[in-house]
């Protein structure tokens, strides 16, 4: 088994097999080590550079779905084309890393492969290239509605103003919008939290019931 055949093997477990050869592709040509990690709630990916004579590093979530997981991958290794590139002389998510990212998107919104969804949130996010998914609130529904997860688990803008939810085993009480946060009210401190739209919580309760 070649080296390419190795790489499309493993990315099948992550990616829709249709893109996985992609993947395999860009890593052959890329000198930077590929790491698939524990789920983070700070980030999806990264990219870091090697220490002295290292390799740079990418890092990608592996609790992600697979187009979640896919679209971070090619965020990941637009950061390492912008880096050949540029070095550190440009800016982490400037002009010069929107275009890298965008070079990266094209085959795959082409490709015919993808849920229209997410296949029409991608080609609006060419417009406006954002730093993350999680800030494109059209790209991050779109890649949420393939999540798995439980009967008990809502979007924080599904759930109704005055619910209590749990969030990192901390209760909470939905409160005002402010553009792509909910001001959360914690049951225990009183002190008011700012939580992306987007955020998966558990509910508890709605007042009134």
């Given at each position: 088994?070649?080296?390419?055949?190795?790489?499309?093997?493993?990315?099948?477990?992550?990616?829709?097999?249709?893109?996985?050869?992609?993947?395999?592709?860009?890593?052959?040509?890329?000198?930077?080590?590929?790491?698939?990690?524990?789920?983070?709630?700070?980030?999806?990916?990264?990219?870091?550079?090697?220490?002295?004579?290292?390799?740079?590093?990418?890092?990608?979530?592996?609790?992600?779905?697979?187009?979640?997981?896919?679209?971070?991958?090619?965020?990941?290794?637009?950061?390492?084309?912008?880096?050949?590139?540029?070095?550190?002389?440009?800016?982490?998510?400037?002009?010069?890393?929107?275009?890298?990212?965008?070079?990266?998107?094209?085959?795959?919104?082409?490709?015919?492969?993808?849920?229209?969804?997410?296949?029409?949130?991608?080609?609006?996010?060419?417009?406006?290239?954002?730093?993350?998914?999680?800030?494109?609130?059209n790209l991050s529904r779109a890649l949420?509605?393939?999540?798995?997860?439980?009967?008990?688990e809502f979007k924080l803008e599904e759930?109704?103003?005055?619910?209590?939810?749990?969030?990192?085993?901390?209760?909470?009480?939905?409160?005002?919008?402010?553009?792509?946060?909910?001001?959360?009210?914690?049951?225990?401190s009183g002190k008011i939290y700012l939580?992306?739209?987007?955020?998966?919580?558990?509910?508890?309760?709605?007042?009134?019931?």
């Amino acid at each position: 088994m070649t080296n390419r055949e190795k790489y499309i093997h493993v990315f099948e477990k992550y990616v829709p097999t249709e893109f996985s050869p992609m993947l395999a592709d860009l890593l052959l040509k890329s000198n930077v080590r590929f790491k698939v990690v524990k789920g983070r709630k700070s980030k999806l990916g990264d990219f870091r550079m090697g220490q002295l004579a290292d390799k740079p590093i990418i890092t990608v979530n592996g609790d992600l779905n697979p187009y979640a997981f896919l679209i971070t991958s090619l965020h990941e290794f637009a950061h390492y084309h912008t880096f050949v590139r540029f070095g550190n002389r440009v800016f982490p998510h400037g002009e010069e890393w929107k275009d890298a990212f965008r070079i990266l998107l094209l085959p795959i919104i082409s490709s015919g492969h993808l849920p229209k969804d997410i296949e029409h949130a991608l080609t609006a996010s060419l417009v406006n290239t954002k730093a993350s998914s999680c800030s494109d609130l059209n790209l991050s529904r779109a890649l949420h509605r393939y999540d798995k997860t439980s009967s008990i688990e809502f979007k924080l803008e599904e759930i109704p103003k005055n619910t209590t939810f749990a969030l990192n085993k901390r209760q909470f009480v939905k409160l005002a919008k402010r553009r792509t946060r909910y001001e959360c009210q914690e049951v225990s401190s009183g002190k008011i939290y700012l939580v992306h739209a987007l955020a998966i919580v558990i509910k508890i309760e709605e007042n009134g019931e």
